[in-house]
């Protein structure tokens, strides 16, 4: 039984598309989170939300928008894709302290 | 903000042999937590730390939060422990994470 679970693994694009990514947990969990992972694996958090509602928004293009039908699923939307968004996204959720990562989404903009 | 480092950023070692990864923080700490990435780019959570030592078959780990430093001890290193290693502080609902120490273990 998957955990985190992300889709799609792999995402391959054009640049000025609009792609999205789906995040769910099983584990009944109130936190959901996007990280972002760029090429030198430095990890950097976009969005986490509590109970549906955002609670974290960080300087990311407001062409990124985080949305959660329920407390279970966080999907992450990106308008007008760029270059610079190539990157492995990560899905992660939380009751408490301790996180829980998705596998990994590796988004590459052509 | 706080700021996290780790130390080494990269480190070879023969399989069997013993290492110690090092992650400072620039404030106190509260809630550490430590991450294994694999080479599949799995992210697990290998402790929450926030004081004192804990164990988990060949890994432990220590932090001393009056000295603003954690320590994570491996064991008889396998292939399986390469991959990266993060540490990292929950500040206000986020993780501000450290950039890793990266490992290699050779058979």
């Known amino acids: 039984d998957t955990a985190v679970s992300q889709t799609p693994k792999y995402l391959v694009t054009q640049m000025g598309n609009d792609k999205s990514i789906k995040c769910e947990q099983n584990?009944?969990?109130?936190?959901m989170y996007w990280y972002k992972q760029d090429s030198k694996k430095f990890l950097k958090i976009m969005f986490s939300?509590?109970?549906?509602?955002?609670?974290i928004n960080e300087t990311v293009p407001n062409r990124f928008s985080p949305k959660s039908p329920d407390k279970a699923h966080l999907n992450l939307h990106i308008n007008s894709l760029e270059l610079g968004d190539s990157a492995v996204y990560f899905c992660?959720?939380?009751?408490?302290?301790?996180?829980?990562f998705g596998p990994g989404t590796r988004l590459t903009v052509l | 903000g706080i700021q996290v480092e780790q130390s080494p950023p990269d480190l070879i070692l023969q399989e069997g042999a013993n290492s110690t990864l090092r992650c400072n923080f620039s404030d106190s700490v509260n809630n550490l937590q430590w991450f294994h990435q694999n080479p599949w780019g799995q992210l697990i959570n290998l402790f929450y730390i926030p004081s004192g030592t804990k164990q988990n078959g060949r890994l432990s780990a220590t932090t001393v939060a009056t000295e603003r430093y954690s320590l994570l001890y491996i064991s008889s290193s396998q292939t399986t422990d390469s991959g990266v290693y993060f540490c990292?502080?929950?500040?206000?609902?986020?993780?501000?994470w450290g950039a890793g120490t990266k490992l290699i273990i050779k058979p």
């Open positions: 584990l009944g969990h109130d936190t």
């Open positions: 939300y509590n109970n549906k509602e955002l609670i």
């Open positions: 992660a959720s939380s009751q408490g302290v301790t996180q829980y």
């Open positions: 990292a502080e929950d500040s206000n609902y986020q993780l501000i």
